[in-house]
């Protein structure tokens, strides 16, 4: 069993800036690649980016590209979410996720989610 905790979350206004955090504990949390997902108002959840554990290849949803930044600490099993030049669409719940697969991908494990709002 891998636990994620997400943190980071908050209000913020148009072309600003914020970092989201996720924790992965557990037995073999340190076994999985990492990602993120969102779900906006009245969306569905979407795929924003996933980070390979081994080499750290990286995969982006394409509206966030040269936006959003995915990284990962392998000693600590964290992986965050630098997200700039936020945009009022950008409004939405973020998760994190743990893959087993990386392609096809496999979420395995999923946190509670943290709010991000993006005022215009």
């Known amino acids: 069993q891998v636990q994620l905790v997400e943190s980071g979350g908050g209000l913020v206004q148009a072309g600003g800036s914020l970092r989201l955090s996720c924790a992965a504990s557990g037995r073999t949390a340190s076994n999985f690649h990492m990602g993120w997902f969102r779900q906006g108002p009245g969306k569905e959840r979407e795929f924003v980016a996933q980070?390979?554990?081994?080499?750290?290849?990286?995969y982006y949803l394409d509206s966030v590209k040269g936006r959003f930044t995915i990284s990962k600490d392998n000693a600590k099993n964290t992986v965050s979410l630098q997200m700039n030049s936020l945009k009022p669409e950008d409004t939405a719940v973020y998760y994190c996720v743990a893959l087993s697969r990386w392609w096809p991908p496999q979420y395995d494990y999923w946190g509670q989610g943290t709010q991000v709002t993006v005022s215009s």
């Open positions: 980070i390979r554990r081994s080499d750290g290849s990286t």
